[in-house]
């Protein structure tokens, strides 16, 4: 098992959930962490705590990994002391909506869209000619069962998390000789602010999507993050699919009365 101690490990969308999760499971190990999302309070609270707890570095700043400049001209100033990244964790992103394709809204998608490839994207290429040129680092992606199996009235979703699968083969491909990992953690159900998110803050319809059930948890998607993060050098974690134990697939759920 390789040491995450003092390593630099940056964690987008840490306000909430899988990303929240992972800031606290690196900082555990001795990781000195960058934090970044949209809500700046709650993020530079979690920093703070984070700091407390384990003694370690945290570095938080606002991010909309949506927005290209923005990504860009954060992450090309970041302070000497944090620019050499070890591990990159994509995880901001979200689903909008469960609807029919053809009663959907295209906002919907632009939004989706825009944050979970197009986030991703920039992201990866502002911190990896950095990880070349010194031929280290490992990209982890959280993708979803979604980007495995598409589902009835998830279209865009499901499209954007297959984008994710695409992006992480091609992208372990093109830099294969850079001695640069890429790997990518697929969870099926995790009980998060997600599906607040996906319902519009409908918190019948959101708590409905786990009744009977008992889901995945952040903490357990972190822990196969850390898994992911701390083999030996000679070996890569491609792919993880993480399921609750009562989820077999995209669609086929076992619930209790
Ligand atoms: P949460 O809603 O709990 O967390 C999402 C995080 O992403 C928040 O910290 C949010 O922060 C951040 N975020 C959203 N949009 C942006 C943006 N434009 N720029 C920067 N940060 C952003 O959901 P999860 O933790 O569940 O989701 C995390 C990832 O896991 C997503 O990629 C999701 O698709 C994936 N996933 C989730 C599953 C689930 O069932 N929950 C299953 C499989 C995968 P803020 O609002 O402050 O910007
Ligand atoms: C989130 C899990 O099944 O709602 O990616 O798409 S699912």
Redesign the pocket.
């Known amino acids: 098992m390789q040491s995450l101690k003092g390593k630099i490990v940056f964690i987008?969308?840490?306000?909430?959930?899988?990303?929240?999760?992972c800031a606290y499971a690196f900082a555990k190990e001795g990781a000195n962490i960058i934090i970044?999302?949209?809500?700046?309070e709650?993020?530079n609270e979690i920093a703070e705590d984070i700091r407390k707890k384990y003694n370690v570095k945290v570095y938080s700043f606002k991010?909309?990994?949506?927005?290209r400049e923005e990504v860009f001209n954060s992450i090309n100033s970041l302070p000497d002391e944090w620019n050499r990244i070890d591990i990159l964790i994509?995880?901001?992103?979200?689903?909008r909506g469960l609807n029919k394709f053809y009663e959907d809204n295209p906002d919907n998608w632009e939004?989706m869209i825009?944050?979970?490839i197009k986030?991703?994207l920039y992201v990866t290429y502002a911190i990896l000619p950095g990880m070349i040129e010194r031929k280290s680092g490992h990209i982890i992606n959280?993708?979803?069962?979604?980007?495995h199996e598409a589902y009835p009235r998830g279209a865009v979703?499901c499209a954007?998390?297959h984008a994710?699968d695409a992006i992480t083969k091609s992208l372990r491909m093109d830099t294969i000789d850079k001695n640069i990992l890429v790997s990518t953690?697929?969870?099926?159900?995790?009980?998060?602010?997600?599906?607040?998110?996906r319902f519009d803050g409908d918190e019948e319809k959101a708590k409905a999507?786990y009744k009977g059930l008992t889901?995945?948890t952040?903490e357990d998607?972190a822990d196969a993050v850390i898994f992911c993060a701390t083999r030996p050098p000679h070996v890569n974690v491609a792919q993880i699919t993480l399921l609750a134990a009562q989820q077999a697939s995209a669609t086929i759920v076992y619930r209790k009365e």
Do not use: C, H, M, W
């Open positions: 987008t969308g840490a306000t909430s959930g899988i990303g929240k999760a970044n999302a949209r809500r700046l709650l993020l991010l909309n990994v949506q927005n994509n995880n901001a992103g979200l689903a939004e825009d944050t979970n986030g991703l959280i993708g979803s069962i979604a980007g979703y954007t998390k994710v953690i697929d969870p099926g159900l995790v009980e998060t602010n997600f599906s607040r998110v999507v889901p995945l952040g998607v």
